[in-house]
């Protein structure tokens, strides 16, 4: 806890539930003294998202679906008429046809593809653009990649290309928006049981594998996710962009199954 974040207004996208990474953030934030806005995606998720703004002190609690570019643009506009700025802006946003979170890559359909990279990968580029004439006095912008984008997991398939696509597009972002002061980070975060890993084959098996083989022989929290988030967001920050920061427990360094891992 500490007042680094006070001040500061942000948009959070991503909340479905209190075991959600974004909500991990969205308390690490407001811990930290900043004010924000949370989004629900229809009417079932927000029954569960209400309660959490509330607790989170949210200003601003609206529905977004990225896929409707008219949700998109009331919510910017209720945040410009509310705020008139924005510092901060989280997308932790991702979706692809569960059926196709199994199996092989191989057999990805061109539907499933584009829809995939549209909501996980392109509402980034979306979101940006909205946020960026909020984004008046500088901002900083962070998303929610995974080590699927670096090298093949099994079953993450057509997520994992998204996850490439989505971590160069914080490249290019950053090097768009560099000379606005507005900064573009993702971090790239352990798998964590969430309502949208539970859509990956074999996820129990994925955690336990990181959790046998990272160098902290475990996996992270949403709140140490958080945590991290902290940093990027604040002014600790200033000095990082286009970077995909590995809160992994330090999965992404390992090469090799550790020698005391047994067979699972
Ligand atoms: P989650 O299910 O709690 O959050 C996913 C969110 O995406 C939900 O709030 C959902 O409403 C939202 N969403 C999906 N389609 C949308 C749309 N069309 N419009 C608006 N919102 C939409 O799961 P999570 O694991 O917290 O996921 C958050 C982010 O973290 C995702 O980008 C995910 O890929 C990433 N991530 C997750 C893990 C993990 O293991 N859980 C690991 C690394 C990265």
Redesign the pocket.
């Known amino acids: 806890q500490s007042n680094v974040m006070a001040g500061k207004r942000g948009l959070i ?5 209190d ?4 909500w991990g953030i969205a308390k690490a934030v407001t811990q930290n003294g900043a004010e924000v806005a949370l989004t629900y ?1 229809g009417e079932a ?1 927000e029954r569960r998202v209400r309660p959490l703004a509330q607790e989170a002190g949210a200003t601003i609690v609206a529905p ?4 409707d570019e008219a949700s998109l643009k009331a919510l910017f506009d209720e945040i410009g008429d509310k705020w008139g700025k924005l510092d901060f802006l989280v997308h ?4 692809s046809d569960k059926t196709q979170l199994r199996g092989k890559f191989v057999d990805t359909t061109l539907d499933n593809f584009l829809r995939t990279m549209q ?2 990968a392109f ?1 980034l580029v979306q979101m940006a653009q909205y946020a960026r004439p909020l984004m008046t006095g500088g901002g900083s912008i962070l ?4 080590i699927g984008a670096e090298k093949v997991i099994p079953h993450y398939n057509v ?1 994992g290309v998204a ?1 490439a696509a989505l971590e160069a597009s914080v490249r290019y972002l950053a090097a768009d928006l560099g000379t606005e002061n507005i900064r573009v980070n993702a971090i ?10 539970s859509g990956i084959g074999d996820l129990r098996y994925i955690i336990r594998w990181n959790e046998l083989n990272s160098p902290l022989r475990r996996t992270v929290t949403i709140d140490e996710v958080g945590n991290a988030s902290v940093m990027l967001l604040s002014d600790l920050g200033t000095g990082v962009t286009g970077e995909i920061l590995h809160v992994d427990a330090g999965y992404h360094v390992i090469g090799m199954k550790a020698e005391d891992a047994p067979d699972i």
């Open positions: 996208v991503g909340v479905a539930n075991r959600s990474i974004a995606q998720l977004c679906d990225v896929t932790a946003v991702a979706y909501i996980s509402s998303t929610l990649s995974y997520m996850k790239s975060a352990s798998p964590i049981k969430t309502l949208a890993a």
